[in-house]
């Protein structure tokens, strides 16, 4: 759904694009049609000889297929729900002729290159007259524009055009109704749409019009599995009813096919379609026509087309404008003047050059009226107050004139005051007195009191400033007439606080201790002259809310003093407000002091801080405890920070942070004979040690000629003292031995000596 939804929207804008382009406009096929009879008189067996007349309408400029020529044709019996097909023939094309848009007066920017084809297909049929039941006759074709603005998927979309001949109209030897027009080809958006698409009918048979939903017939498939398949691009024989109808694109509906501003409608009595279009597009209408005899239905005649909705530009257009001009709808100006009855009206009219003459005409009473032709602006006095219509027309009576449509409302007018009070130096609200006057009904009040959020809606408001200043007031009423009038006036606001309010409202802490008070008096800002005595010798003035930094413990008053720029004056003391206390040192040290390795690991840590009541020892990542003197054997070498906080009999706390080096050693001996006999006792020549954290080791054993007996990687693995431990054994003699490996911390170690191979 939403794939068809997007496609359909693409072809509307690229319909648009077509529209404002001078290029030809692409199209599928059909864009229309309908199906009339005539009844020839009798026949023999109870028979009547009809002619039908079928109208098929394609867009020209279009790439899409040709009219069917000849046209499948098909006539089912029964009803709309069970019927059975009675007759299938070919009709031949008799006729096509060229429909071409014509351009509207006074318009610009039309696209002339639009234009439809009529296909006219007539053919007679001699049909058994039913006493109930009726005929269908039926002609299905694919498909429809593929850029139709309206409808779901209208590429893959044919069409259905069938005409009914029931069993009342076969007695009556009845005559279908017959459109009189064509509806024009291309419309123009925002345009007014006045067209008579009211049909004739041969007997006087009352007519009633509608729009109603076109019918879908004939599917996108060009090769379908069977030639009667409903799929297929041309059914044949057509289907059978009943007869689908086709998808509007919300919110456009059958009865509501274009839209509109007022909506395109039909009137059900004499067919004429009016509105105004809104969107651009190419849209599909139906339109049916019910034809009844003494109340019963005879026929519905059904039409569907296609109206193409182009963005025109008019050239002589009615407009006007006064200072309290309001368009209400289409031409349609109301104005209003409060207390003044002369009103200057500003001839605004567009394509002053194909204005050839104008006419301001105003009905002031029933038997007087005022008419001007010759002020292209019109000043005009009113006899009083009242409501009177006029109008702006242009070339009256001409094909190319416009017409704007006036109200006039003139009434009393109205006059807004007020007065106010309130203590200036005493912070309190300012009570409000309305005074406003007028013969009209005041019944709106809008109070802007100068700051965000400051309105009132009531007569006589009170207002409580949160903030000093020169605040603009200003009323507007309004009275039932609509009629304004507005007052400013500045109130000079500027009173002390009632009360004095700071944070913190007391305060416990160690030297230094610095401390921002929050001034939440009000009203005061930065005009005021501000004060503050911290009670240690130090004062900060015209600050409104200072950061201060006390250095020595004690307990401090605090005195704050506030004057406004109209001098109102107040002041208050917080006595014992803040209180500093000597703040602690952390200090400490540790035993060992030096040479602390993997084997001398274990340190004792020794408080020596100053105005400490509690501990808090971080021993690195292995251990944290609130003991004031710690003992603690590191279980791994490395960098160690040690951290201590300390806090005050207050809360006060500091912290000292040292760093320990806990090396890493490693140890490594060699023997210097084996005796390699098998008897479990010295067989091999291994070395001894501790090597946590060594890394590359390497051990090679040379004989006297310098030739390399053993080599190992391996500090586990010892010599056998055979060649490299799997050939044959070496002769007893001194040998030399090569080892070394790299430190934990990257430090080489190497050891040089001779082993001795006893037998």
Not at 212 to 224: D, I, K, Q, R, V
Not at 451 to 465: E, R
Not at 501 to 510: A, D, K, N, R, V
Not at 611 to 620: D, M, P, R, Y
Request: proline share 8%; charged share 15%; aromatic share 12%.
């Amino acid at each position: 759904m939403h794939t068809m939804i997007l496609r359909g929207l693409i072809v509307a804008v690229l319909f648009i694009i077509a529209l404002c382009s001078p290029m030809q406009l692409s199209a599928m096929h059909i864009i229309g049609g309908e199906i009339t009879y005539e009844c020839l008189g009798d026949a023999p067996n109870n028979q009547r000889q009809y002619r039908f007349t079928m109208k098929i309408y394609r867009d020209c400029q279009g790439n899409g297929a040709f009219f069917d020529s000849p046209a499948e044709m098909a006539i089912y019996q029964g009803s709309l729900s069970n019927n059975n097909l009675f007759a299938t023939f070919q009709a031949s094309l008799l006729d096509i002729e060229l429909l071409k848009a014509d351009t509207p007066a006074c318009v610009d920017k039309f696209p002339s290159n639009v234009c439809v084809e009529q296909a006219t297909y007539v053919f007679t049929r001699t049909l058994p007259i039913m006493q109930t039941g009726s005929y269908f006759i039926v002609y299905q074709r694919c498909c429809r524009n593929l850029s139709i603005t309206n409808i779901l998927t209208p590429g893959d979309v044919g069409a259905t055009y069938m005409i009914e001949l029931t069993a009342e109209a076969q007695k009556q030897c009845n005559n279908s109704p017959v459109f009189k027009n064509f509806p024009p080809i291309v419309i123009c958006k925002d345009f007014d749409l006045d067209f008579d698409h009211s049909a004739t009918d041969p007997e006087g048979d009352q007519l009633v019009y509608s729009f109603c939903a076109p019918f879908t017939g004939g599917g996108p498939l060009l090769n379908p599995p069977a030639l009667t398949s409903c799929d297929g691009a041309k059914p044949t024989p057509p289907c059978a009813p009943p007869f689908g109808n086709v998808t509007f694109l919300p919110p456009l509906t059958p009865g509501n096919p274009m839209g509109g501003n007022p909506q395109v409608s039909i009137n059900s009595t004499t067919g004429l379609i009016t509105g105004r279009p809104t969107m651009l597009g190419q849209f599909v209408v139906g339109v049916c026509v019910q034809e009844f005899r003494n109340g019963v239905l005879l026929s519905t005649l059904k039409r569907d087309f296609q109206f193409n909705v182009a963005d025109c530009q008019p050239t002589v257009i009615a407009n006007i404008s006064t200072d309290s001009s309001k368009i209400v709808g289409p031409k349609q100006y109301v104005i209003k003047s409060c207390g003044d009855n002369a009103v200057l009206f500003n001839n605004e009219s567009i394509d002053q050059a194909k204005i050839e003459n104008f006419k301001w005409r105003f009905a002031f009473s029933t038997d007087s009226t005022y008419a001007d032709s010759s002020n292209w602006n019109a000043n005009i006095t009113f006899p009083g107050v009242g409501t009177y219509t006029g109008e702006l027309q242009l070339n009256p009576g001409k094909q190319c004139g416009d017409t704007a449509f006036i109200t006039v409302h003139i009434f009393p007018e109205v006059n807004a005051d007020f007065s106010y009070v309130y203590d200036t130096c005493v912070a309190g609200p300012v009570a409000f007195t309305d005074l406003s006057s007028g013969t009209g009904v005041i019944n709106r009040w809008d109070w802007n009191f100068g700051v965000p959020g400051g309105k009132s809606s009531i007569q006589n408001p009170d207002y409580l400033y949160n903030t000093p200043g020169n605040h603009p007031v200003r009323l507007r009423v309004v009275d039932k007439n609509l009629c304004s009038d507005e007052k400013t006036q500045v109130i000079n606001w500027f009173p002390v606080p009632p009360l004095i309010i700071i944070q913190p409202s007391s305060y416990l802490g160690c030297s230094p201790a610095e401390i921002f008070f929050n001034n939440l008096s009000t009203p005061i800002d930065s005009t005021y002259h501000i004060v503050w005595d911290f009670g240690d010798g130090n004062t900060i003035e015209d600050v409104i809310s200072p950061t201060y930094t006390y250095t020595e413990p004690g307990i401090y008053d605090v005195t704050v003093a506030i004057t406004s720029p109209i001098g109102c004056f107040t002041s208050d003391s917080f006595p014992n407000l803040i209180r500093v206390e000597p703040s602690p040192i952390a200090d400490f040290d540790y035993d060992p002091a030096t040479d602390l390795t993997n084997f001398n690991n274990t340190v004792q840590f020794n408080d020596k801080s100053v105005g400490a009541e509690h501990w808090n020892w971080q021993l690195g990542q292995f251990k944290t405890t609130i003991e004031q003197n710690p003992k603690y054997t590191f279980p791994d070498t490395g960098i160690v920070k040690i951290r201590l906080i300390v806090t005050h009999p207050e809360g006060c706390k500091d912290s000292l942070i040292k760093y320990l080096d806990i090396r890493p050693i490693v140890l490594w001996h060699m023997p210097n004979a084996f005796t390699p006999n098998g008897d479990g006792q010295n067989d091999g020549f291994l070395g001894k040690g501790y090597l946590e954290g060594a890394t590359n080791f390497n051990m090679s054993i040379w004989n006297r000629w310098g030739e390399k007996v053993f080599e190992t990687n391996n500090p586990n693995d010892e010599w056998n003292g055979r060649a490299q431990n799997t050939g044959g054994m070496s002769p007893a003699g001194v040998y030399v031995y090569l080892v070394s490996f790299t430190g934990p911390r990257g430090e080489p170690f190497e050891f040089k000596g001779y082993a001795t191979l006893i037998r």
